[in-house]
Protein backbone atom coordinates (compact mmCIF):
# COMPACT_ATOMS: atom_id res chain seq x y z
CA UNK A 1 0.00 0.00 0.00
CA UNK A 2 2.82 2.14 0.82
CA UNK A 3 4.56 1.79 -2.45
CA UNK A 4 0.94 2.62 -4.26
CA UNK A 5 0.90 5.53 -2.59
CA UNK A 6 4.83 6.23 -3.48
CA UNK A 7 4.64 6.04 -6.18
CA UNK A 8 1.28 7.89 -6.89
CA UNK A 9 2.53 11.13 -5.07
CA UNK A 10 5.80 11.05 -7.01
CA UNK A 11 4.24 10.70 -10.48
CA UNK A 12 1.88 13.43 -9.64
CA UNK A 13 5.50 15.11 -8.82
CA UNK A 14 7.10 14.29 -11.75
CA UNK A 15 4.25 15.14 -13.67
CA UNK A 16 4.41 18.71 -12.55
CA UNK A 17 8.10 18.85 -13.32
CA UNK A 18 7.93 17.37 -17.11
CA UNK A 19 9.23 13.58 -16.51
CA UNK A 20 5.71 12.46 -17.05
CA UNK A 21 3.74 13.65 -20.49
CA UNK A 22 0.16 13.40 -20.51
CA UNK A 23 -2.75 11.96 -18.13
CA UNK A 24 -2.65 10.17 -15.24
CA UNK A 25 -5.60 9.01 -13.13
CA UNK A 26 -4.14 8.67 -8.94
CA UNK A 27 -5.36 6.17 -7.25
CA UNK A 28 -4.43 7.66 -4.05
CA UNK A 29 -6.96 6.43 -1.05
CA UNK A 30 -8.11 3.64 -2.78
CA UNK A 31 -4.90 1.07 -2.01
CA UNK A 32 -6.42 -1.34 0.51
CA UNK A 33 -9.06 -2.50 -2.48
CA UNK A 34 -5.97 -3.59 -4.69
CA UNK A 35 -3.85 -4.77 -2.16
CA UNK A 36 -6.36 -6.57 -0.14
CA UNK A 37 -7.70 -8.04 -3.32
CA UNK A 38 -3.84 -9.34 -5.28
CA UNK A 39 -3.53 -10.52 -1.56
CA UNK A 40 -6.16 -13.50 -2.24
CA UNK A 41 -4.98 -14.25 -5.59
CA UNK A 42 -1.99 -16.75 -6.42
CA UNK A 43 0.57 -15.54 -9.06
CA UNK A 44 -1.20 -17.48 -11.72
CA UNK A 45 -4.41 -15.87 -11.52
CA UNK A 46 -5.02 -12.88 -13.76
CA UNK A 47 -6.34 -9.41 -13.31
CA UNK A 48 -7.28 -6.80 -15.49
CA UNK A 49 -7.55 -2.96 -14.70
CA UNK A 50 -8.83 0.18 -15.83
CA UNK A 51 -7.88 3.80 -16.71
CA UNK A 52 -6.92 4.23 -12.54
CA UNK A 53 -4.59 0.93 -12.72
CA UNK A 54 -1.10 1.56 -11.25
CA UNK A 55 -2.40 0.28 -7.69
CA UNK A 56 -3.60 -2.88 -9.43
CA UNK A 57 -0.42 -3.77 -11.22
CA UNK A 58 1.89 -2.72 -8.39
CA UNK A 59 -0.73 -5.25 -5.84
CA UNK A 60 -0.24 -7.73 -8.29
CA UNK A 61 3.97 -7.13 -8.29
CA UNK A 62 4.07 -4.76 -11.32
CA UNK A 63 8.07 -3.26 -11.55
CA UNK A 64 7.67 0.39 -10.68
CA UNK A 65 10.63 1.01 -12.44
CA UNK A 66 9.18 -0.11 -15.86
CA UNK A 67 5.81 1.09 -14.88
CA UNK A 68 8.10 4.73 -14.22
CA UNK A 69 10.00 4.24 -17.29
CA UNK A 70 6.42 3.59 -19.16
CA UNK A 71 4.92 7.01 -17.71
CA UNK A 72 7.90 8.90 -18.68
CA UNK A 73 7.56 7.40 -22.43
CA UNK A 74 10.91 5.60 -22.36
CA UNK A 75 12.27 2.88 -24.52
CA UNK A 76 12.49 0.75 -21.02
CA UNK A 77 9.09 0.83 -20.01
CA UNK A 78 6.51 -1.90 -20.19
CA UNK A 79 5.11 -0.98 -23.48
CA UNK A 80 8.43 0.52 -25.05
CA UNK A 81 7.05 3.77 -23.90
CA UNK A 82 4.30 3.86 -26.58
CA UNK A 83 1.48 3.44 -24.12
CA UNK A 84 1.79 5.38 -20.96
CA UNK A 85 -0.56 5.34 -17.98
CA UNK A 86 -3.51 3.28 -19.58
CA UNK A 87 -1.71 -0.07 -21.33
CA UNK A 88 0.59 -1.25 -18.76
CA UNK A 89 0.68 -5.34 -19.41
CA UNK A 90 2.82 -8.15 -17.66
CA UNK A 91 1.30 -11.57 -19.00
CA UNK A 92 3.93 -13.35 -16.85
CA UNK A 93 2.49 -11.70 -13.82
CA UNK A 94 -0.94 -12.09 -14.85
CA UNK A 95 -1.44 -8.40 -15.57
CA UNK A 96 -3.88 -8.62 -18.60
CA UNK A 97 -3.91 -5.02 -19.30
CA UNK A 98 -4.44 -1.48 -17.75
CA UNK A 99 -7.62 0.05 -19.82
CA UNK A 100 -8.83 3.30 -21.01
CA UNK A 101 -12.22 2.13 -21.98
CA UNK A 102 -14.29 2.43 -18.84
CA UNK A 103 -15.49 -1.22 -18.51
CA UNK A 104 -13.26 -2.90 -21.20
CA UNK A 105 -11.40 -5.38 -18.93
CA UNK A 106 -14.47 -6.84 -17.52
CA UNK A 107 -15.11 -9.12 -20.48
CA UNK A 108 -11.82 -9.92 -20.86
CA UNK A 109 -11.40 -11.40 -17.25
CA UNK A 110 -14.76 -13.30 -18.52
CA UNK A 111 -12.94 -15.01 -21.13
CA UNK A 112 -10.11 -15.67 -19.13
CA UNK A 113 -12.01 -17.29 -16.79
CA UNK A 114 -13.70 -19.41 -19.36
CA UNK A 115 -10.11 -20.75 -21.06
CA UNK A 116 -9.35 -21.07 -16.89
CA UNK A 117 -12.44 -23.52 -16.51
CA UNK A 118 -11.49 -25.34 -19.95
CA UNK A 119 -8.12 -25.89 -19.19
CA UNK A 120 -7.99 -26.51 -15.03
CA UNK A 121 -10.62 -28.99 -14.85
CA UNK A 122 -8.25 -31.76 -13.40
CA UNK A 123 -5.73 -29.46 -11.28
CA UNK A 124 -5.78 -30.71 -7.99
CA UNK A 125 -5.78 -26.88 -6.82
CA UNK A 126 -8.64 -25.96 -8.09
CA UNK A 127 -8.41 -23.80 -11.10
CA UNK A 128 -7.10 -20.53 -11.45
CA UNK A 129 -9.29 -17.60 -11.25
CA UNK A 130 -10.05 -14.14 -13.03
CA UNK A 131 -10.73 -11.20 -11.38
CA UNK A 132 -11.73 -8.02 -12.96
CA UNK A 133 -11.16 -4.38 -11.34
CA UNK A 134 -13.67 -1.06 -12.01
CA UNK A 135 -15.52 1.29 -10.88
CA UNK A 136 -18.93 2.35 -9.63
CA UNK A 137 -19.27 3.63 -13.02
CA UNK A 138 -18.30 0.74 -15.33
CA UNK A 139 -21.55 -0.25 -13.39
CA UNK A 140 -23.94 1.12 -15.97
CA UNK A 141 -21.90 0.01 -19.05
CA UNK A 142 -23.42 -2.61 -20.94
CA UNK A 143 -20.55 -4.96 -21.05
CA UNK A 144 -20.81 -4.92 -17.30
CA UNK A 145 -24.16 -6.29 -17.37
CA UNK A 146 -23.20 -9.09 -20.96
CA UNK A 147 -20.31 -10.04 -18.69
CA UNK A 148 -21.88 -10.97 -15.31
CA UNK A 149 -24.40 -12.57 -17.33
CA UNK A 150 -22.66 -15.09 -19.37
CA UNK A 151 -20.08 -15.49 -15.99
CA UNK A 152 -23.27 -16.26 -14.29
CA UNK A 153 -24.70 -18.91 -16.80
CA UNK A 154 -21.32 -20.62 -17.40
CA UNK A 155 -20.44 -20.61 -13.49
CA UNK A 156 -17.17 -19.14 -14.34
CA UNK A 157 -14.44 -18.87 -12.03
CA UNK A 158 -14.36 -15.22 -11.97
CA UNK A 159 -14.50 -12.42 -9.62
CA UNK A 160 -15.81 -9.07 -10.16
CA UNK A 161 -14.52 -6.19 -7.78
CA UNK A 162 -15.99 -3.30 -8.01
CA UNK A 163 -14.31 -0.18 -6.17
CA UNK A 164 -16.86 2.27 -5.79
CA UNK A 165 -15.33 5.66 -4.72
CA UNK A 166 -18.50 7.19 -5.51
CA UNK A 167 -18.14 9.39 -8.49
CA UNK A 168 -17.83 8.87 -11.84
CA UNK A 169 -15.65 11.38 -13.16
CA UNK A 170 -17.39 14.65 -11.68
CA UNK A 171 -20.87 13.01 -11.68
CA UNK A 172 -22.05 11.21 -8.34
CA UNK A 173 -22.51 7.37 -8.43
CA UNK A 174 -26.10 8.37 -7.07
CA UNK A 175 -26.79 10.30 -10.54
CA UNK A 176 -25.28 8.22 -12.71
CA UNK A 177 -26.84 4.44 -11.36
CA UNK A 178 -30.61 3.63 -10.13
CA UNK A 179 -29.37 1.89 -7.25
CA UNK A 180 -26.77 2.88 -4.94
CA UNK A 181 -25.83 -0.70 -3.31
CA UNK A 182 -23.88 -1.95 -6.33
CA UNK A 183 -23.29 -5.57 -4.79
CA UNK A 184 -26.83 -5.51 -5.27
CA UNK A 185 -26.64 -6.26 -9.37
CA UNK A 186 -25.29 -9.77 -8.21
CA UNK A 187 -28.90 -10.83 -7.71
CA UNK A 188 -29.61 -10.25 -11.52
CA UNK A 189 -26.83 -12.79 -12.42
CA UNK A 190 -27.46 -15.80 -10.01
CA UNK A 191 -24.15 -14.82 -7.89
CA UNK A 192 -23.49 -13.65 -4.03
CA UNK A 193 -22.72 -10.08 -3.92
CA UNK A 194 -21.33 -8.42 -0.56
CA UNK A 195 -20.57 -4.70 0.06
CA UNK A 196 -17.28 -3.87 2.03
CA UNK A 197 -15.51 -1.47 3.72
CA UNK A 198 -12.52 -0.75 0.83
CA UNK A 199 -10.97 1.43 3.04
CA UNK A 200 -10.17 -1.96 5.00
CA UNK A 201 -7.56 -4.06 3.30
CA UNK A 202 -8.26 -7.35 5.96
CA UNK A 203 -11.75 -6.96 5.13
CA UNK A 204 -11.22 -6.39 1.12
CA UNK A 205 -9.21 -9.69 1.61
CA UNK A 206 -11.48 -11.61 3.69
CA UNK A 207 -13.99 -11.12 1.11
CA UNK A 208 -12.07 -11.37 -1.59
CA UNK A 209 -10.46 -14.64 -0.12
CA UNK A 210 -13.89 -16.60 0.03
CA UNK A 211 -14.88 -15.47 -3.71
CA UNK A 212 -11.60 -17.04 -5.20
CA UNK A 213 -12.17 -20.21 -2.66
CA UNK A 214 -15.60 -20.49 -4.35
CA UNK A 215 -14.59 -19.90 -7.86
CA UNK A 216 -11.52 -22.66 -7.54
CA UNK A 217 -14.60 -25.08 -5.66
CA UNK A 218 -16.21 -24.35 -9.29
CA UNK A 219 -18.92 -22.58 -7.91
CA UNK A 220 -19.06 -20.03 -9.96
CA UNK A 221 -18.56 -16.01 -10.02
CA UNK A 222 -19.04 -13.44 -7.23
CA UNK A 223 -19.30 -9.34 -7.04
CA UNK A 224 -17.87 -7.47 -4.71
CA UNK A 225 -18.45 -3.86 -4.27
CA UNK A 226 -16.08 -2.35 -1.85
CA UNK A 227 -16.61 1.43 -0.88
CA UNK A 228 -13.88 3.91 -0.82
CA UNK A 229 -12.83 7.75 -2.38
CA UNK A 230 -9.89 9.03 -4.70
CA UNK A 231 -8.44 11.55 -2.65
CA UNK A 232 -7.10 13.15 -5.74
CA UNK A 233 -9.05 14.25 -8.67
CA UNK A 234 -10.32 12.01 -11.60
CA UNK A 235 -7.31 13.03 -13.28
CA UNK A 236 -4.26 15.21 -12.02
CA UNK A 237 -5.41 18.68 -13.04
CA UNK A 238 -9.05 18.11 -12.30
CA UNK A 239 -10.57 21.08 -10.81
CA UNK A 240 -12.66 19.20 -8.74
CA UNK A 241 -15.97 21.67 -9.06
CA UNK A 242 -18.23 18.68 -8.15
CA UNK A 243 -17.37 17.79 -4.55
CA UNK A 244 -16.38 19.72 -1.17
CA UNK A 245 -13.58 19.91 0.89
CA UNK A 246 -14.99 19.00 3.69
CA UNK A 247 -16.07 15.83 1.84
CA UNK A 248 -12.92 14.98 0.43
CA UNK A 249 -11.53 15.92 4.68
CA UNK A 250 -14.14 13.41 5.97
CA UNK A 251 -13.15 10.66 4.20
CA UNK A 252 -8.79 11.67 4.68
CA UNK A 253 -9.81 10.74 8.18
CA UNK A 254 -10.29 6.74 6.74
CA UNK A 255 -7.21 7.10 4.85
CA UNK A 256 -6.04 3.34 5.03
CA UNK A 257 -2.76 3.99 5.13
CA UNK A 258 -2.40 5.48 8.59
CA UNK A 259 -5.60 3.00 9.38
CA UNK A 260 -3.52 -0.49 8.20
CA UNK A 261 0.07 1.39 10.33
CA UNK A 262 -2.18 1.43 13.09
CA UNK A 263 -3.58 -1.97 12.96
CA UNK A 264 0.42 -3.10 12.66
CA UNK A 265 1.56 -1.75 16.04
CA UNK A 266 -1.43 -2.98 17.73
CA UNK A 267 -0.31 -5.97 16.29
CA UNK A 268 3.44 -6.13 17.72
CA UNK A 269 5.08 -4.45 14.39
CA UNK A 270 7.39 -1.45 15.85
CA UNK A 271 7.62 1.71 15.05
CA UNK A 272 11.24 1.47 13.80
CA UNK A 273 10.23 -1.68 11.99
CA UNK A 274 6.99 0.78 10.00
CA UNK A 275 10.33 3.52 9.30
CA UNK A 276 12.28 1.22 7.78
CA UNK A 277 9.87 -0.26 5.50
CA UNK A 278 9.14 3.50 5.17
CA UNK A 279 12.35 4.13 3.84
CA UNK A 280 12.61 1.46 1.74
CA UNK A 281 9.52 1.77 -0.27
CA UNK A 282 11.53 5.57 -0.77
CA UNK A 283 14.56 4.02 -1.79
CA UNK A 284 12.31 1.76 -4.85
CA UNK A 285 10.87 4.95 -6.14
CA UNK A 286 13.41 7.04 -5.86
CA UNK A 287 15.21 3.98 -8.14
CA UNK A 288 12.43 4.12 -10.47
CA UNK A 289 12.57 7.45 -11.35
CA UNK A 290 16.17 7.55 -11.92
CA UNK A 291 15.52 4.27 -14.34
CA UNK A 292 13.35 6.72 -16.00
CA UNK A 293 15.45 9.69 -16.42
CA UNK A 294 18.27 7.44 -17.59
CA UNK A 295 16.93 5.28 -20.25
CA UNK A 296 16.24 6.51 -23.67
CA UNK A 297 12.87 8.39 -24.95
CA UNK A 298 10.57 6.12 -26.83
CA UNK A 299 11.46 6.58 -30.50
CA UNK A 300 8.69 7.40 -33.16
CA UNK A 301 10.48 5.43 -35.52
CA UNK A 302 9.14 2.28 -33.42
CA UNK A 303 5.35 3.55 -33.34
CA UNK A 304 4.44 0.31 -35.39
CA UNK A 305 6.74 -2.40 -33.57
CA UNK A 306 4.78 -4.05 -31.63
CA UNK A 307 1.32 -3.53 -32.82
CA UNK A 308 0.68 -7.09 -34.47
CA UNK A 309 2.58 -10.21 -33.12
CA UNK A 310 5.78 -8.39 -32.95
CA UNK A 311 7.61 -10.21 -29.99
CA UNK A 312 8.44 -7.11 -27.15
CA UNK A 313 10.05 -7.50 -23.59
CA UNK A 314 9.84 -11.27 -24.07
CA UNK A 315 6.15 -11.65 -24.59
CA UNK A 316 4.47 -11.92 -27.96
CA UNK A 317 1.68 -9.46 -28.69
C1 LIG B 1 -16.51 3.46 -22.80
C2 LIG B 1 -16.01 4.72 -22.17
N1 LIG B 1 -16.87 5.73 -21.90
C3 LIG B 1 -16.42 6.87 -21.34
C4 LIG B 1 -15.10 7.05 -21.04
C5 LIG B 1 -14.60 8.32 -20.39
N2 LIG B 1 -14.33 8.05 -18.97
C6 LIG B 1 -13.09 7.77 -18.53
S1 LIG B 1 -13.05 7.42 -16.89
C7 LIG B 1 -14.70 7.64 -16.74
C8 LIG B 1 -15.39 7.48 -15.42
C9 LIG B 1 -15.27 6.11 -14.87
O1 LIG B 1 -15.83 6.05 -13.60
P1 LIG B 1 -15.63 4.79 -12.69
O2 LIG B 1 -15.90 3.57 -13.48
O3 LIG B 1 -16.43 5.00 -11.47
O4 LIG B 1 -14.06 4.78 -12.35
P2 LIG B 1 -13.22 5.85 -11.49
O5 LIG B 1 -12.71 6.88 -12.45
O6 LIG B 1 -14.10 6.41 -10.46
O7 LIG B 1 -12.08 5.06 -10.92
C10 LIG B 1 -15.26 7.98 -17.97
C11 LIG B 1 -16.70 8.24 -18.18
C12 LIG B 1 -14.22 5.99 -21.37
N3 LIG B 1 -12.91 6.07 -21.11
N4 LIG B 1 -14.70 4.84 -21.90
MG1 LIG C 1 -15.87 5.77 -9.65
Same mark, same amino acid.
Given at each position: ?15 ? /? ?24 ? *? ?74 ? +???? +????? *? ?76 ? /? ?22 ? /? ?13 ? /? ?7 ? *? ?9 ? *? ?52
Amino acid at each position: MLLIRQFELRAIEERQ /RGLIPGFIHPYVGQEACAVGACAALE *RDDVITSTHRGHGHLIAKGGDVRLMMAELAARKTGYCAGKGGSLHMTDFDLGILGANGIVAGGIPMAVGAALAFKM +RDQH +RPSGT *RVALAFFGDGATNQGAFHEALNLAGVWKLPVIFFCENNLYGEGTPQHKQGAITQLSARAAAYGMPGVTVDGNDVVAVY /RATAEAVARARRGEGPSLIEAVTY /RFRGHYEGDPQVYRS /REEIAAWQA *RDPLPRTREAL *RMRGVTEAQLVALEREVEQQIEAAVQFARESPQADPQDALVGVYGDVHNGAVF
